[in-house]
């Protein structure tokens, strides 16, 4: 389990690095800007996690290669969008970015039942590590938040829902890898089912 989880981490700190490079370049950052946004997306979500675990020292920290991926990922993204610029597309950072959504919900809320926390903050853990990385990447960018602008299609709900899943799974005794699997495809489908549809929560 503790592996499944290690891969699922990987893969979404990847996911989401990369939306933040194509995300600070857009903006104009330099190259510190860049690789400082792709570390923020990458990484912010899970930070708070930690802190709110009581997770020390930060999985980062413990995991430097993590910090080696995204400083090898820079020259990669930076050349796919010199010669394909359509990777970098609108669509397809929305598919990344609902992978990264899938992902980072699945791993929250596994580390935070692994360590025995009640499923109602479980779930709220699974939503933060998923989506308050790109929040403060919107603050530095210096823009409003997406995750909280009536305008954008479903998301943090997106992520809250298949958290619930996951859980509720865990407790029917269904293995823990399906229930991760089977959270990361709900939230991917939730999402791009939300951004076709136009989705919203309005007041």
């Known amino acids: 389990m503790e592996t499944l989880l290690y891969i699922i981490e990987v893969a979404a700190i990847l996911v989401f690095a990369y939306s933040g490079l194509v995300h600070a370049r857009r903006s104009g950052f330099d190259l510190v800007g860049i690789l400082t946004i792709g570390f923020v997306t990458a990484f912010g979500g899970g930070t708070i996690r930690d802190v709110l675990l009581g997770n020390h020292p930060l999985y980062w920290i ?3 290669e993590f910090l080696a991926a995204i400083m090898l990922l820079l020259p990669l993204e930076l050349l796919l969008l010199r010669f394909d610029r359509d990777f970098s597309s609108g669509r397809v950072l929305m598919i990344i970015d609902a ?3 899938g992902l980072f919900t699945a791993s929250g809320v596994g580390i935070a039942l692994s360590m025995n ?5 479980s779930a709220f853990i699974g939503v933060i590590t998923a989506t308050f990385g790109g929040v403060i990447r919107d603050i530095l960018c210096n823009q409003k938040p ?4 009536p305008t954008e299609p479903l998301y943090a709900t997106c992520a809250f829902v298949g958290a619930w899943v996951y859980i ?6 269904v293995a823990p890898p399906l229930a991760i699997i089977l959270c990361i495809v709900i939230v991917f489908l939730l999402r791009i089912l939300a951004v076709k549809f136009d989705v919203k929560l309005k007041v």
Do not use: D, E, Y
């Open 168 to 173: 509720s799974l865990v407790n029917l005794r």
């Open 146 to 149: 997406q995750l909280f602008l």
């Open 62 to 64: 413990v995991h430097w």
């Open 117 to 121: 926390t009640p499923a109602l903050p």
């Open 99 to 101: 992978i990264g959504l």
